[in-house]
Structure formats: structure tokens, C-alpha cells
């Protein structure tokens, strides 16, 4: 009996020759792990940091470059910690299906043992919550709240009795922490203040973040559903999810080069013919491994944007 998957046959072939190649060439060392926290959407830590930065240098014409460091390390480790942490738990709860077409996973594959996964991921928490507590100096009780979240969301991603992973919540998940916590964090340890403009940033910069999470949670609907998830994706079907895509995208831009944008964010309708091609991509392009250039396609289009955010605030 012929299995049904939903993909295309060549597709299917890729995956298999894919999977194959990956168990006969494990990496090791350092190689492991860096494939392991996924460094091709580490930028989405990056981005809201240089957009909180910029934003509280315009607003102060200051910048003290401890506390931009030390909120750079925290925001990559709780990221690289949630990344591990996923890795282990998706392996262990048979998220981690052989239909799976994104990059390889290094507890699904043997190539490190369920212990050493957790254990580098409580590292890498361990890490945030000791950056956190010099923050937790610099700005008081919002900072150590905003971290106590961070570091209980992270956890929660994929663990616990109903991980944020498994339901249509982790894109909410992805704006709140990783575009409106992490620049209006980044903001406040600058500035002891916090605005409307530095939220409507922190939602735009996140909201491209999110669309990173939908290219992934878009391109795994069939083994997503074998394993008892109900992403967004699944939820909203896959018409819906290519206008969710979309809007995720497009709309940061014109609410950066809003009115109610912070001054110089209409530099950042520099990016829109990326977000148009991309967008272009997701709505053409046959769920499969070619998703994964659109990720991490996408992710760039983040850093950009916070980069052209930057420059714009700046000058």
C-alpha cells in the first residue's frame, strides 16, 4: 500500500535521499551543535535588538553599549535554549516525523543523545538568567519580569503538558517575546522609559519574525498533523495561511512608515520588493524542501528591515 503524504512525488524522493545522506554523515563537534540552535533565524535575536538600540539613541542621543551586548547574548541564548529545547521535545513527543522537510534535527537522527540536548539547552538558559541578572540591575523590576517571562516562555515553546509549539498560538508567541519584549526591553535599559512608537516598532519587527514561524509551520502542515500539532497553519488552511504570510511581511513597513511610526521609518519601504518576491514565493512555491530558502529568506528580510529602521531613526 502506497502511503499518502500530500507532497509531490519528487518531493517525497528529496526527503528520503535527504534523510539518507544526513544519517551517513552525521556532524560532530562544534559542527553539531551550531546546526543544532539553527543559525540561520539566530538574526531574529539580532533584529530587535539593533531596532530597540537605534530607537533609544534617537530618543536620547546616547547609547551605552554594555547593556546592548549583554541584551544581544541574552535574547541569542534564550533563542538557542528554545531552539535545543524544541529539538529534544519534538524528538521525544514524535514531532519530528521521517515526513518532515526542514533542516535535520539532531536528536530525530541519533546524533545526540535526548540527555545532551537538554543539558545544552539548560546551559543556554542558564546563560540568559545570568545576563539577566546584571539587566535585572540595570532596569529594575520591568527587566527582571520581562526576563522571568522570556525564560518561562522559552521553556514552554515545547515543554510542558501543552507545549505553545503544538497550538495556533506561536506566532502570538513570536511578536510578544521576540519583537515587543525584545524592543521595548532594549529600549527601556537605554532609556528608563517606554513609548508608543517603540511598541509599534516592537510589533512590526516581530510580526516579521512571526512569518519566519508560518514558512515553517506552512511548509510541515502534513507531519505537523500526523503529530497532533494545530499550528496557525493547520488552523487557518493553506489559502489563509499565504494571505497570513503575506500580511506578516507587508504590513511592518507601512506601520514603520506610518505616522504613528517612529521618525525615518519610511526608509524602511526600501525592503518591500524583497517582502513582494518572497511573498510571491511562498504563494508559488509547492510545500516542500524549497520552503527552507523561503525561511531563511525571511528571516533576513527581518534583519534588514531593522537594519533600514536603524539607519533611518539614526540619520
Known amino acids: 500500500m502506497k502511503l499518502e503524504t500530500g507532497l509531490p512525488d ?3 524522493v528529496e526527503i528520503k535521499d535527504q534523510a539518507a545522506s544526513r544519517a551517513d554523515q552525521p556532524p560532530a563537534g562544534w559542527r553539531l551543535w ?9 538574526t531574529i535575536s539580532v533584529a530587535p535588538v539593533m531596532a530597540g538600540t537605534a530607537l533609544a539613541f534617537h530618543d536620547t ?4 553599549p554594555r547593556p546592548v551586548l549583554a541584551s544581544l547574548v541574552g535574547a541569542l541564548a534564550i533563542q538557542a535554549g528554545t531552539n535545543l529545547y524544541n ?3 519534538d524528538a521525544l513527543r514524535g514531532g519530528d516525523q521521517p515526513m518532515r522537510q526542514g533542516p535535520p534535527r539532531v536528536t530525530a537522527l541519533g546524533w545526540a543523545s535526548p540527555e545532551r540536548v537538554r543539558h545544552a539547552a539548560l546551559v543556554c538558559f542558564a546563560l540568559a538568567a545570568l545576563v539577566g541578572l546584571y539587566l535585572a540591575w540595570l532596569g529594575g523590576w520591568p527587566i527582571i519580569a520581562l526576563g522571568l ?3 518561562a516562555a522559552g521553556w514552554g515553546y515545547s515543554g510542558g503538558p501543552r507545549p505553545i509549539a503544538y497550538t495556533p498560538l506561536g506566532e502570538f508567541f513570536v511578536i510578544a517575546f521576540f519583537g515587543l519584549g525584545a524592543v521595548g526591553g532594549t529600549y527601556y535599559l537605554q532609556t528608563q522609559t517606554m513609548t508608543s512608537v517603540v511598541a509599534i516598532s516592537g510589533i512590526a519587527i516581530g510580526a516579521i519574525a512571526a512569518a519566519v514561524l508560518m514558512a515553517n509551520n506552512y511548509r510541515d502542515m502534513e507531519p505537523d498533523r500526523l503529530a497532533g500539532r494545530r ?3 493547520i488552523l487557518a488552511g493553506a489559502e489563509t495561511s499565504k494571505l497570513i504570510y503575506g500580511v506578516l511581511v507587508l504590513l511592518p513597513m507601512g506601520l514603520l512608515a506610518s505616522p ?3 521618525s525615518g521609518g519610511i526608509l524602511t519601504l526600501g525592503a518591500v520588493p524583497l517582502a513582494l ?3 510571491r514565493r511562498f504563494v508559488g512555491e509547492a510545500r516542500g524542501p524549497g520552503f527552507n530558502a523561503i525561511l531563511a529568506s525571511t528571516a533576513r528580510l527581518q534583519l534588514i528591515v531593522a537594519a533600514l529602521l536603524a539607519v533611518g531613526v539614526v540619520l
Open 10 to 12: 519528487n518531493a517525497a
Open 34 to 42: 551550531w546546526l543544532a540552535i539553527r543559525p540561520k533565524t539566530l
Open 61 to 64: 542621543g546616547a547609547m551605552d
Open 87 to 89: 529539538d529534544v521535545a
Open 149 to 151: 517571562a522570556s525564560l
Open 231 to 233: 499550528t496557525l497553519a
Open 260 to 262: 504613528w511610526g517612529p
Open 277 to 279: 518576491f518572497l511573498f
